[in-house]
């Protein structure tokens, strides 16, 4: 069964600084796909970035980035130039194939002005 | 805009009453999922819908059931809420499995 992890239960980052949230995951599967969510404390899941096992490059997506590191199993979402309105929840997931989503337990990211 | 509606907002039932939470998409995805989520925890799913192929989580108690009448509705049963399911329920929808989810806002329920 996969497994998604993520050690850092809370992050404090100054404004404009850029962060980087840990993701690392565990399959034994060749096909798979990794995902980062959003959750603003209004409890809506926001979907941030999409990057699959095959895929050559990092995905980017504006100001996210998602930095995969497939040797080490690691998916950890970049974010740059922090502001204010990036404070939330961020979960990472992962499926495999038609498989449904499987959650990280979360980061809770507070940037400070 | 194309999106995912969760109505009501906010769901405050009394113990033991039944109630029902309602999901509608206009994206046209032939996957509807239901989500538990409950405070500072991961969404928990309980089933999804296929078109119109259920799946129900293996965890998932007899108290939840669901009905997909149509593509664009989905809906959550609690039998009879304990105080325990007080939580954000969370509806999301994609094309096909394994694609990214989008969800909805969320009904946040509250079990008295």
């Known amino acids: 069964a996969q497994k998604i992890t993520q050690t850092q239960p809370g992050m404090f980052v100054q404004e404009k600084e850029a962060v980087t949230l840990d993701c690392t995951y565990d399959?034994?599967?060749?096909?798979?796909?990794l995902f980062w969510y959003k959750q603003p404390s209004s409890g809506e899941m926001i979907f941030l970035i999409y990057?699959?096992?095959?895929?050559?490059q990092n995905a980017t997506e504006g100001r996210y980035s998602l930095n995969f590191q497939k040797a080490r199993k690691s998916a950890n979402l970049v974010i740059s130039a922090s502001q204010l309105g990036d404070s939330a929840m961020y979960f990472c997931?992962?499926?495999?194939?038609?498989?449904?989503?499987?959650f990280g337990t979360g980061t809770r990211l507070t940037i400070i002005p | 805009d194309a999106m995912v509606i969760q109505n009501p907002r906010y769901q405050v039932t009394q113990f033991g009453k039944p109630v029902t939470l309602s999901c509608s998409q206009t994206?046209?995805?032939?996957?509807m999922y239901w989500y538990q989520q409950k405070s500072s925890q991961a969404p928990k799913l309980l089933f999804h819908?296929?078109?119109?192929?259920?799946?129900n989580e293996a965890d998932t108690p007899d108290n939840f059931q669901s009905r997909r009448p149509n593509t664009s509705f989905c809906f959550l049963d609690i039998r009879s809420p304990g105080l325990g399911d007080a939580a954000m329920y969370l509806c999301?929808?994609?094309?096909?499995?394994?694609?990214?989810?989008?969800f909805g806002p969320g009904t946040r329920l509250t079990v008295l």
């Open positions: 999301a929808t994609s094309r096909a499995s394994g694609n990214e989810q989008f």
């Open positions: 399959t034994s599967d060749p096909s798979y796909g």
């Open positions: 990057q699959g096992s095959y895929d050559q």
């Open positions: 997931a992962m499926t495999l194939g038609n498989e449904k989503l499987t």
């Open positions: 994206l046209n995805h032939n996957v």
């Open positions: 819908y296929y078109d119109k192929d259920f799946n």
